[in-house]
């Protein structure tokens, strides 16, 4: 299935049901009085996170949602039947937003949370309601309310442990392919990767993390050049990104240093708090050069950028340095989560 992070979607919640005119009538019974019953009301429209729902794609085809309307209400003081509420499955890490005033609403990030997005409307009052000792036969209802009408802009943010980033053809989609069960495209050309692809990392035991492969950045992509810019909101749930550097120095990344800069730029002009996110350099294809050339390669770049993070060097083909790598994101992961259960 296309991978689909974005859609616009109509929610529309039932309307209530009418009250009833009516009047008790039996024989050997003088003046029985009203006995119309109240409408029932509207169902509302949830929204509710389901694991097996990956992409938003449904909603390509299908963009009005309705809930079920209340039952007018009838004689012998009998009250309309409630509308059924409407149930929406999208996927965790969905964003809500209300497309009219661009509000989030809602941020959907467990299993099995829902979100009220449209209300239904209340059901109308039969006559019963408006008998008083002055008025013996009231004949006044009210029509049950319209429900709440909204326009949503869904968008899914992927919740994955570690973001993979760089330009294109720098090796995420060989990374994820070598370290997890993760299927994505490769090929020697630019943009192979069109959507994300998510892999699961297992180090051990009942010890894995999930990481993200997203379309490659280009110059420029800030301003929407190029496929990356639809995906680089999805860096902002990563706990921990990998940028990736090629050091093959073949084709489009013939500069490792201008690779760096290139990305950094497009970060920055994105969002400043994805800059500050933790950061590792990851120098990929070193089994193209000699141990001391990509060293001193490395070397070079760091003290450039002035880089004082983590650093790594691997080969995706020839596997090096990659059972390093996930040991030490799992043990990054591991204090993340232990220093956020000590705040708590």
């Known amino acids: 299935m296309k991978f689909v992070d974005e859609a616009t979607i109509t929610v529309n919640g039932g309307n209530g049901g009418n009250g009833c005119l009516s009047f008790r009538r039996e024989r050997y019974i003088a003046k029985g009085g009203p006995d119309g019953g109240d409408g029932g009301d509207g169902g509302n429209v949830y929204l509710r996170t389901k694991t097996g729902v990956n992409t938003l794609a449904d909603f390509r085809y299908t963009r009005s949602f309705k809930a079920e309307r209340g039952a007018d209400g009838r004689g012998n003081n009998c009250t309309g039947k409630s509308g059924d509420d409407l149930y929406i499955d999208v996927p965790i890490g969905t964003e809500v937003y209300d497309n009219?005033?661009?509000?989030?609403?809602?941020?959907?990030?467990?299993?099995?949370?829902?979100?009220?997005?449209?209300?239904?409307?209340?059901?109308?009052?039969?006559?019963?309601?408006?008998?008083?000792?002055?008025?013996?036969?009231?004949r006044k209802t009210t029509k049950?309310?319209?429900?709440?009408?909204?326009?949503?802009?869904?968008?899914?943010?992927?919740l994955a442990d570690v973001g993979l980033l760089g330009l294109p053809s720098v090796g995420k989609s060989s990374l994820i392919t070598a370290v997890s069960d993760a299927k994505p495209k490769i090929a020697d050309y630019p943009f192979t990767t069109l959507h994300p692809n998510l892999g699961v990392v297992r180090v051990g035991p009942l010890q894995s993390f999930v990481m993200a492969d997203l379309p490659g950045l280009i110059e420029g992509a800030a301003e929407g050049h190029g496929l990356g810019i639809h995906f680089l909101k999805?860096?902002?749930?990563?706990?921990?990104?990998?940028?990736?550097?090629d050091l093959s120095e073949r084709g489009e990344n013939e500069n490792p240093l201008?690779?760096?800069?290139?990305?950094?730029?497009?970060?920055?002009?994105?969002?400043?708090?994805?800059?500050?996110?933790?950061?590792?350099?990851?120098?990929?294809?070193?089994?193209?050069?000699?141990?001391?050339?990509?060293?001193?390669k490395t070397d070079s770049i760091c003290n450039a950028i002035k880089w004082h993070g983590p650093v790594y060097a691997i080969s995706t083909v020839t596997?090096?340095?990659?059972?390093?790598?996930?040991k030490d994101i799992l043990q990054h992961l591991n204090d993340i989560n232990s220093d956020e259960a000590n705040y708590e």
């Open 258 to 296: 201008a690779q760096y800069k290139t990305i950094q730029t497009e970060l920055e002009r994105y969002s400043e708090a994805i800059t500050t996110k933790d950061r590792w350099l990851v120098f990929n294809k070193i089994d193209l050069h000699t141990e001391q050339s990509w060293q001193e």
């Open 144 to 158: 049950g309310t319209e429900g709440d009408v909204r326009e949503l802009r869904l968008e899914l943010k992927l």
């Open 319 to 326: 596997r090096v340095g990659l059972d390093t790598l996930c």
């Open 234 to 245: 999805h860096l902002s749930r990563c706990r921990l990104l990998l940028h990736m550097i």
């Open 100 to 138: 009219q005033t661009d509000e989030c609403i809602g941020d959907l990030t467990r299993e099995d949370q829902t979100l009220l997005v449209a209300k239904g409307g209340f059901h109308g009052l039969g006559n019963q309601r408006f008998k008083s000792s002055t008025n013996r036969a009231p």
